[in-house]
């Protein structure tokens, strides 16, 4: 029988992604209302004027567009001892994050600040933003070397990745 779980979680938005959105929301839509006002003064020249107008729906679409990009989630699927990070962007585009093998994590527990990292290490954050529910996986990847996975898995997550992690840890972690 296979050993299956799959999560998704939704980043909370911190304040600064907020205001991050506002502002760009803010500075997108007058730049596109300005290049509009161009456009409607150069009446006078039918082709700056068409032009003017293709420029600023151009803008606002790209502005919708960015700020519809900001909603992130992360989807995480467990089989059979592997692990699938999963990146969905507004809903609609998904990027593969990272996949790798539970039975290769050399560290694994809750995730806190004073956990040693080392420069060469390569940090991916998958998480919901609530350092309550975070927990770390180190490993080794090919394409990028030593990383470390922060993520924010539930019960039945915890309980499928705790039975394919290796005994030292399995221990570690009841401790």
């Given amino acids: 029988m296979d050993n299956f779980a799959e999560q998704l979680v939704k980043k909370n938005e911190t304040k600064s992604d907020k205001t991050r959105r506002i502002m760009f929301l803010v500075v997108g839509g007058l730049f596109t209302l300005s ?3 161009l456009s409607l003064l150069q009446i006078r020249n039918p082709i700056i004027s068409v032009l003017g107008f293709f420029l600023a729906a151009a803008a606002g679409y790209g ?4 700020f519809q990009n900001t909603y992130v989630e992360y989807e995480y699927s467990f089989t059979n001892g592997e692990l699938d990070v999963d990146k969905i962007i507004a809903k609609k585009k998904r990027r593969e994050m990272l996949s790798t ?5 050399t560290a694994f ?3 806190s600040d004073d956990i040693e990292e080392t420069d060469d290490m390569t940090i991916v954050f ?17 394409s990028v070397g030593s990383a470390r996975l922060v993520f924010s898995p539930d019960e039945r997550m915890l309980e499928n990745i705790t039975k394919f992690l290796p005994a030292k840890l399995r221990t570690k972690l009841s401790d």
């Fill in 35 to 37: 290049i509009l006002t």
């Fill in 63 to 66: 502005t919708y567009n960015f």
């Fill in 101 to 105: 093998n539970v039975r290769q994590f």
């Fill in 109 to 111: 527990g809750k995730y």
């Fill in 126 to 142: 998958a998480t919901d933003n609530i350092a309550s529910h975070e927990y770390y996986a180190d490993f080794t990847d090919e």
